[in-house]
């Protein structure tokens, strides 16, 4: 595995292979990676003839008082993880990628409207700008995203659709703990007593699922049910809990059919998101007989 921190290093290499006919994978973190993340570089490396993992503490994507200074960073302990399954591992610093004079954005509208946007303005345009230039240096042929940035994927591949980027996104399913807590860089924030109080997302989530499967339509009473059960947490202060369509993420005020059930909940002080897909159960046609 090769490690480049240059973006005219990175199109050398990539233009070279690409030449051959090789086909590329593109997997954009964060870093500090866990299971989560190397689950969508397994899937690289099987759809693909090389796999190129960005890491990049995007510093566009964090308001003013949120954790961008904090954030954990490890390149080689990242490096390590990621050895057998990616071939280029970019490493940009934001000098390299926001050079002084850089002034441009991609919005997609009406994220700061919903869900996550709401309480971290600005978050998903911080998102789309650097994935749309990685796409733009890449020019991958696949792009892989987890499903437990629900919101985040469905920005990406509006922009995609949108701005006609000839790449194809997927989205892979949520990679959890034992317990059932969702694998997050953040994780790490919480303190022993926080760890084990944060399987309530995950707890919540497996209870909305079976008053979906036993019949309950009404998404207030879900949420209510919810707000109470996650309330007896003391450590937990719920950000939201929405009910809403699973392609568009438009709310749902009745499920009709499956729908995403989206939670984002502060553990201490560290915010955690999740998600689950609620399943309506089809009616049994009968025959008449
Ligand atoms: P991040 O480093 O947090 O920006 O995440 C990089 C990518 O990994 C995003 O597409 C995330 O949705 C994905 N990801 C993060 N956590 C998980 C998880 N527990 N399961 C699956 N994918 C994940």
């Given at each position: 595995m090769k490690i480049v921190k240059k973006i005219s290093l990175l199109r050398k290499d990539l233009t070279l292979l690409r030449r051959k006919g090789g086909r590329i994978g593109f997997v954009p973190t964060m870093g500090y990676l866990h299971e989560g993340h190397l689950s969508l570089v397994r899937q690289a490396k099987k759809d693909n003839d090389i796999v190129v993992v960005s890491i990049f503490v995007n510093p566009?994507?964090?308001?003013?008082?949120?954790?961008f200074r904090h954030y954990p960073r490890d390149l080689k302990r990242d490096a390590k993880l990621l050895k057998g399954f990616c071939d280029i591992l970019f490493a940009p610093s934001s000098d390299e990628l926001y050079r002084k004079d850089f002034c441009s954005s991609v919005e997609v509208k009406g994220?700061?409207?919903a869900l996550c946007g709401l309480s971290r303005k600005g978050h998903f345009t911080g998102v789309s700008t650097v994935v749309a230039k990685l796409f733009n240096i890449v020019l991958a042929d696949n792009a892989y995203f987890g499903r437990k940035d629900a919101q985040q994927a469905a920005v990406i591949k509006k922009m995609v659709s949108d701005l006609d980027f000839p790449v194809k996104v997927h989205v892979l399913p949520i990679v959890r703990e034992k317990d059932g807590l969702a694998m997050s860089s953040r994780n790490t924030y919480l303190t022993i007593e926080e760890r084990r109080q944060a399987v309530v997302l995950f707890q919540a989530l497996r209870s909305a699922e079976r008053m979906a499967a036993g019949g309950i339509r009404d998404s207030a009473k879900i949420r209510q049910a919810l707000e109470d059960f996650i309330g007896h947490t003391p450590s937990a202060r719920i950000d939201y809990i929405e009910i809403a369509d699973a392609r568009t993420l438009a709310p749902l005020?009745?499920?009709?059919k499956d729908a995403l059930l989206l939670l984002a909940v502060y553990i201490g002080k560290t915010r955690l998101i999740d998600n689950t897909l609620l399943k309506v159960k089809k009616l049994a046609v009968t025959s008449g007989y």
């Open positions: 566009l994507q964090f308001a003013p008082n949120e954790d994220t700061d409207e005020a009745r499920i009709e």
